[in-house]
């Protein structure tokens, strides 16, 4: 998912839609926005679809009046999947005794359904599937009197990853889990501050950069001025490696890195451990782009779009339903055949999930005369669900949870396939020296099962690590 959030500029729900835009490659089901005014209070409209299909309307646009809003951009990781409801979609409204407050949760938290029994055996009534309305029902319970420090109350019982921005009548509020897991970004903008998931949706209000929220920090941001709390014990953090693989978009800065340049660099060193005599590197977009332009770089052979997406279709990745996601490829992406006849081609992806995307590819190129496809994947294999807010599906939907790289090889019908090694993607975001197998720098469960949060409920439910 994907969350925004400004403060002091006129009109602030038409800046937190541009950003909600930016940010549409986060979440694509649904999105919402909440601001509050003097004269109506808090204001809030929830959408299915696009931003661009929904919150460029003026009609509705009129209806989010004030100079404080927030909002967030949906894909189903947690609740309902598939038969979205409008009462899943964010920001969430809760009324306490002091005021209200809105939340847009980017994240999972994994002892959400361990929290909710609690809380409906307390009296608590959901509205909701999602993990997230937790939040606003540990707030309502909890004793403290100033809705800041009921919400740092709340998150202390929360356990998992949470990028959150927030609003009271007058304060936006920005908070990171102690990990870090998911981004979360503070900018300016003449008087004004914004809280975005990522840089580039700072870009397109023009605010500017001013820093990342720290892991385990709440910045609470009030007549212009920002405050700094540390409302949870200290730890060393683990973000999502993920994100700079595929996640976050390019043109983004995670931690001081350019995403892109993560990317290219990925490329580079997977042409170093994976190198292939070949004619072509080509692309799976837009995901395996910037990787293929670094291979095609370090190796030398030419990079070249052998596959062309049709700019209209929404991530595959992001479509809930298996069946709308094996129609997708082949209304998005579509062979060059002129370029790939004859040819062998390495063809670069960020990664192999259930592998029914790169099936299709493989079949669409040999249909096309491809000599030869070799298949380099610029992350190691996916073998474990991630459970911080990535829909990965379940283990044994995962290709690499149960096939060795020369099983998938034969399975994928690619004449070779090699993915990056944890090392190679560890020096790519800037570790020279590799993983810290000791202490890990980033997440990496989903490649490694090395869960830095033990997800409580699933493990409940039966999953084994
Ligand atoms: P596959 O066909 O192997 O399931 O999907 C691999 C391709 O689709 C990659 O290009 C990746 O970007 C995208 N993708 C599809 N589904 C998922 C998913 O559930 N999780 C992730 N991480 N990527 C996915
Ligand atoms: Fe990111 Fe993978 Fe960790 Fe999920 S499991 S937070 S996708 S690195
Ligand atoms: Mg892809």
């Known amino acids: 998912c994907g969350v925004f959030g400004v403060t002091g500029m006129a009109e602030a729900a038409n800046f937190v839609a541009l950003g909600l ?7 694509q089901e649904a999105g919402g926005i909440v601001s509050h005014d003097l004269a109506h209070g808090f204001n809030s409209a929830r959408r299915f679809g696009y931003v661009r299909d929904n919150f460029t309307k003026q009609s509705l646009m009129d209806t989010l009046p004030g100079s404080l809003a927030i909002g967030h951009v949906r894909y189903s990781t947690a609740g ?12 969430f409204f809760g009324e306490f005794s002091m005021g209200g407050a809105a939340i847009a949760h980017n994240g999972n938290i994994v002892n959400a359904e361990a929290l909710r029994r609690e809380l409906i055996a307390a009296g608590s009534i959901f509205q ?5 309305e937790c939040i606003i029902h ?39 889990d102690p990990l870090g897991v998911r981004p979360l970004v503070l900018g300016r903008l003449g008087d004004g501050w914004a809280l975005s998931s990522e840089t580039c949706a700072l870009d397109i209000i023009g605010a500017e950069f001013v820093r990342e929220i720290e892991p385990g920090e709440m910045v609470v941001i009030e007549d212009g001025e920002v405050l700094s709390h540390r409302p949870f014990a200290p730890q060393k953090p683990r973000f999502c490696i993920f994100e700079h693989v595929y996640f976050s978009r390019p043109d983004s800065i995670l931690g001081g890195r350019s995403v892109y340049e993560t ?20 692309p ?15 190796s030398g052979i030419p990079y070249a779009m052998g596959i062309i997406r049709n700019q209209y279709m929404g991530r595959t990745f992001i479509e809930p339903t298996e069946q ?12 060059n055949r002129a370029l790939i006849r004859g040819k062998r081609i390495v063809l670069v992806d960020d990664s192999v999930v259930r592998g029914t995307t790169s099936i299709k590819i493989r079949e669409m190129l040999l249909d096309a005369g491809a000599a030869a496809v070799h298949f380099r994947i610029a992350s190691p294999p996916t073998a474990w669900p991630c459970f911080y807010g990535v829909d990965t599906p379940e283990r044994e939907k995962l290709l690499a949870a149960s096939m060795s790289e020369d099983e998938m090889c034969a399975h994928l019908g690619v004449d070779s396939l090699r993915f990056i090694s944890l090392d190679g993607l560890y020096r790519a975001v800037g570790e ?5 197998n000791a202490s890990p720098q980033y997440c990496d469960a989903c490649f490694s099962g090395d869960y830095p949060v033990a997800p409580s409920d699933r493990i409940a439910q039966g999953f084994r690590l």
Request: aromatic share 2%; net charge positive.
């Open 284 to 298: 799976v977009p837009d995901s395996g782009t910037p990787a293929a332009i670094g291979y095609g770089q370090e």
């Open 80 to 91: 309902s999947k598939g038969h979205a409801q409008i009462r899943d979609v964010q920001p």
């Open 21 to 27: 835009h930016a940010l549409q490659h986060r979440g």
């Open 138 to 176: 540990l707030m309502a319970r909890s004793l403290q009197r100033r809705v800041v420090e009921r919400m740092q109350d709340a998150l202390r019982r929360v356990d998992g990853a949470f990028s959150i921005v927030a609003m009271t009548r007058t304060k936006l509020i920005g908070v990171r």
């Open 128 to 132: 909701s599937s999602s993990d997230s």
């Open 263 to 282: 990317r290219r660099q990925i490329g580079v060193e997977l042409a170093r451990e994976a190198p292939v005599e070949a004619d072509l590197v080509c």
């Open 432 to 436: 020279a020296t590799g993983r810290d």
């Open 324 to 335: 709308i996601r094996n129609m997708g490829v082949r209304l998005k992406l579509n062979v």
